[in-house]
């Protein structure tokens, strides 16, 4: 099995992220604190309790130069932790929200970070030294619904949503002072801020989980239609497949490498997804494989067959495939809704990974000796 570790932290898990070295961990227990936790001695210890939010953090970054992390929460609040001695100290974010904070990313080169809201508005935040604070500005009216997901393109300038308006778009936050107009990303830099690069209207439920691929070529995200869609060259001519799922919606994805993805979502069990060398995205397997009991067998059978009642035969003549009924569960017990990267310095293939849930479980996965799925 894949699963390398399996931690039991707390009931119920919002979001976590991993410090540059992987030694420490933090999480938000579905509550208004965030916990760090550091591995000593053969087992994880409780460190630091940050307890500054009112209401549940619902994003959480750990940046990986700079080594602050930023936090989120329903309060419409945001702070940047920064270690000093022994204590992690809160710089205050001016947000402008008057809804939820939903998600959380920094930059690649952490000199901002983008936060999604329930104002169907996206914060772009970045540090004003003579006020010590971090300010942002804001997308507006362009959302026409909560924003679930944002991811950024490897330029530093573009900037992808998912919204429960079931669309995807993608923005330029290109700010004057913080961004600089140089000559490998002058295609990006033309954009003003808040410009429109594309709308993506593939999905007609809610969308989940946006990411870019490693070069930034592919697009990436999830709809609650249990889809899963790809978009190539999304600035200039955009190119989509629509991968359909006989199962549970995703809710979160991850790029492994350009042609590998991991999708993970209600089925409790991370899915591999992979592109064939014409670029046609397929789903794979299960990564968390397990025998097949009698009652899965036969609830696999009469999951087959309201599908193909429905018309979702496998031979259907276009570009939507559907993937047969899987068992569900295994290292996870309840909804996988977070997936988060472990990367070894500037490895362009992604090996390591650890998930997180409802189940209140950190699950950290080892591809190590998968080498069908990371090539």
């Not at 550091?38 to 210890?45: A, C, L, R």
């Not at 059978?301 to 569960?329: C, F, H, I, M, N």
Request: proline content about 3%; charged content about 20%; hydrophobic content about 35%.
């Amino acid at each position: 099995m894949a699963a390398a570790a399996i931690h039991q932290f707390a009931e119920c898990i919002t979001c976590h992220a991993w410090s540059p070295d992987h030694s420490m961990l933090v999480f938000c227990p579905n509550n208004n604190e965030v916990h760090i936790y550091k591995f000593i001695t053969d087992k994880w210890e409780k460190l630091h309790v940050l307890s500054k939010h009112d209401q549940i953090v619902s994003g959480i970054d750990w940046s990986r130069s700079s080594n602050k992390i930023v936090t989120v929460s329903h309060d419409r609040n945001s702070y940047v932790w920064t270690q000093e001695g022994h204590d992690w100290v809160p710089t205050l974010v001016i947000l402008k929200l008057n809804r939820a904070a939903l998600c959380v990313q920094w930059s690649p080169k952490e000199n901002k970070f983008a936060v999604g809201s329930g104002a169907k508005s996206v914060c772009i935040c970045y540090y004003e030294q003579e006020n010590n604070w971090w300010i942002s500005k804001v997308v507006r009216k362009k959302h026409e619904s909560s924003v679930t997901s944002v991811a950024w393109h490897p330029n530093n300038i573009f900037l992808a949503t998912t919204s429960t308006d079931g669309k995807c778009r993608v923005f330029s936050t290109f700010i004057k002072g913080v961004d600089t107009r140089g000559s490998q990303a002058s295609m990006s830099t033309d954009w003003k801020f808040g410009e429109q690069i594309a709308q993506l209207d593939l999905s007609s439920m809610w969308a989940f989980g946006v990411r870019w691929s490693p070069s930034g070529k592919t697009l990436a995200y999830a709809g609650h239609n249990s889809m899963i869609y790809f978009i190539d060259d999304v600035e200039t001519s955009p190119a989509a497949q629509n991968l359909a799922l006989r199962d549970l919606p995703l809710r979160d994805i991850l790029f492994l490498s350009e042609r590998t993805v991991i999708g993970v979502g209600f089925d409790c069990n991370p899915m591999i997804f992979s592109a064939d060398e014409t670029g046609l995205w397929s789903f794979v397997r299960y990564l968390d494989e397990r025998k097949v009991t009698t009652s899965t067998s036969r609830a696999s059978q009469l999951s087959e067959a309201l599908g193909k009642l429905y018309g979702q035969s496998k031979q259907a003549a276009s570009s939507d495939t559907v993937e047969p009924s899987k068992p569900r569960g295994g290292a996870h017990e309840n909804c996988i809704t977070c997936i988060v990267p472990l990367r070894k310095g500037n490895d362009s293939v992604i090996k390591r990974f650890s998930t997180s849930g409802l189940d209140g479980k950190i699950v950290v996965w080892d591809l190590d000796n998968h080498m069908d799925i990371t090539k």
